[in-house]
């Protein structure tokens, strides 16, 4: 008597799979069945040939020398900043962003706004997809540009909308802020785009606009990105101004609460992590851009043995350099070890917390634990492939997650990537960017702003 098969839409196979949740599983010799962009089944690879077929022989993919896992989420980003990698290193927050960064985008801004904020942000994607980011959260300038672009290239990506006044040139639509908000909040993405809000930091924004952000997130139930606690410079201004810390101010005006995306927060008192952890704030570690700029260290274990929900982020290429999150998942862990000389532990932030804060972590800090973040049936299928079987480097393997953490320590050895079931990269090569077309259009700006450059430096 014959079996009649299920037929779905891919089955990939693979030595072992990280599915994240349950928590610290390895599964061997395994398949992910998928159909119409959702996990459908995770079982032993023999059974799956017995339950179930593809509609095309070319999506039973067998990866047995690989590991998959979720696609890593990206909490925190500036993507059109891809084209300011490399422009102002070795300086500090405060120079880095008064004397360089700021007067740089407010030209780029005034003269071809949305070429450039396009142009980066798909050179930005380009860079994530290929190391093995399915989901980013953005913050910048023209965000209905960086929707256009992330459409286009397949990613997903959660898109803030700021309410940032420094300048003309910033947003020169600011006026029309609450009419664009509603706009996008309104429109459908089927699950590619999911709207936030943004306040830049407390040092950019004032009450008024914080009480409009406030509003608008309860308004719409969505989150609101918070640059916060960035620099102890940052705190001090604020408390010289108004005798109050930064998160102290924020408390007062209702923006502590678990809408809140609070990124960065590199100096925190036992009593703001207590209030982190009653008012269920998420937080961004940033662990490569922070040591780049010597703006301090996220006390994460701390934060964890709270409760808090930490994710983890890139920053900007313009602070980082590069958008690679097995990087910043090594660093992290690294540095969470030494957060302060008389708190060593070898046993902080493990190498399990970082893949969580990578994947799961990142989920919830924007409100879909139930969709993405880890490999589980019923959820989106954002996978990534990882060769861990066959390069001297990444052998031998005794513990999964120290491998991929430790061993690897980079996005090298990634060959694939599935964005809701969709394969997105192949073989290490990204088949939704023109490569040649992102080379010449980086390059453009690069001769543009190697002019511009010197006439700041002068």
Sequence with gaps: MSITKTTVDSLIHSKYILPIIPKRTVLKNSCIAISKGKIVDILDSKTSQQKYKVKHPQNEVFKMDHVLMPGLINAHTHTPMNILKGYADDLSLGDWLYKMVFPTE???????????????????????????TTTFNDMYMYPETIVETALETGIRAAVSFPLFRIAPEFDPYVDQYEERVHKVMKTNYNNKIFPVLAGHAPYTVNDDDFATLKRLTEK????????????????????????????ERLDKLGIINSNLIAIHMTDLTQQEIELCKRKKVNIVHCPVSNLKLASGICPV?????????????TDSSCSNNNLDMFEEMKIASLIGKIYRHEERNSENVNSWDVLDMATINGARSLGLQKKIGSIE?????????????????????????????????????????????????????????DHNKIISDIKYFNEKLLKFKKSLLK
């Design 301 to 313: 274990q701390k934060l964890l043995d709270a409760g808090v929900n930490v994710a983890l982020g």
């Design 106 to 132: 407010r030209h780029l801004l005034k003269t071809e706004p949305e070429n450039y904020v396009s142009i980066g942000a798909r050179a930005s994607i380009y860079e994530m997809l290929s190391t093995g």
């Design 220 to 247: 719409y139930q969505t989150k609101l990105n918070v640059h916060l606690h960035e620099t102890p410079e940052a705190i001090k201004m604020q408390y010289e101004k108004d005798h109050i810390r930064p998160i």
């Design 377 to 433: 049936k019923g959820k989106l299928a954002d996978i990534i492939a990882i060769d861990i079987n066959s390069s001297v480097n990444s052998l031998p393997v005794y513990d999964l997650s120290s491998s991929i953490v430790y061993s690897l320590g980079n996005s090298k050895y990634l060959t694939d990537v599935w964005v809701d079931g969709q394969r997105v990269v192949e073989n290490k090569k990204v088949k939704t960017i």
